[in-house]
C-alpha cells in the first residue's frame, strides 16, 4: 500500500496468501496444487478501489470420475491485518467485485474444461479505497484457507 504522509510517500506490500483443503463426497478425486497468493503491491492512496488477482499459480486436476463440479469456498476472515489496523477484502472467481466467493458449501463452481489435466483456477481480489484511504503504512497480510468440495 502506498501510503500518503505528511513527510512523503511510504510503499507498503499488501499480500493474501491462500492455503487450499480438499473434501471429497462423491467417487474420484481432484489434486490441488500450488497454494495461490494475490499480491496488491503498493497502493496510492490518492487511487479508487485496488484489485489484483493470483494468475496462473493455482490449478486443480479431477479425475472423470467426479461427475458433479467441483465447488471453492472460504470461511476464513477476508481480513488483512497489520498490526492492530485491518483491511478487509473480497475474493471472487469471476471479476474484482464480482459475486463474493461463498463462505460455507456448496461454494462457487469451479469450471473444468478437461478432466485428468491441470486447470486454472484464477482468484479475484478487491480492496475498497474506502477501507484502504485512512490506514496508516504498514505491511498488510493474512493466509485463509480455501476448501474445494467435489
Known amino acids: 500500500m502506498l501510503v500518503h504522509s505528511m513527510n512523503g510517500w511510504r510503499t507498503v506490500p499488501v499480500t493474501a496468501l491462500f492455503l487450499v483443503s480438499l473434501h471429497a463426497h462423491a467417487a474420484g478425486t481432484c489434486t490441488v496444487a500450488a497454494s495461490p497468493t494475490i499480491s496488491f503491491g503498493a497502493i496510492d ?9 493470483s494468475g496462473s499459480s493455482f490449478w486443480v486436476n479431477c479425475t472423470s470420475e467426479v461427475t ?10 477476508r481480513t488483512m491485518t497489520s498490526g ?4 478487509p477484502f473480497s475474493l471472487s472467481l469471476v471479476a474484482p467485485g464480482s459475486a463474493d466467493l461463498p463462505a460455507s458449501p456448496p461454494g462457487a463452481s469451479v469450471a473444468l474444461a ?8 484464477t482468484l479475484y481480489a478487491k480492496i475498497l479505497a474506502s477501507d484502504f484511504r485512512t490506514l496508516p503504512a ?3 497480510a493474512t493466509a ?3 476448501t474445494l468440495e467435489y
Open 84 to 87: 492492530s489496523y485491518s483491511l
Open 144 to 146: 485463509i484457507t480455501l
Open 68 to 77: 458433479a463440479m467441483p465447488g471453492l469456498y472460504s470461511s476464513s476472515a
Open 114 to 121: 478437461r478432466y485428468n489435466s491441470n486447470e486454472t483456477v
Open 45 to 53: 492512496v490518492t487511487l479508487s478501489d485496488q484489485s489484483s488477482n
Open 138 to 140: 504498514g505491511v498488510y
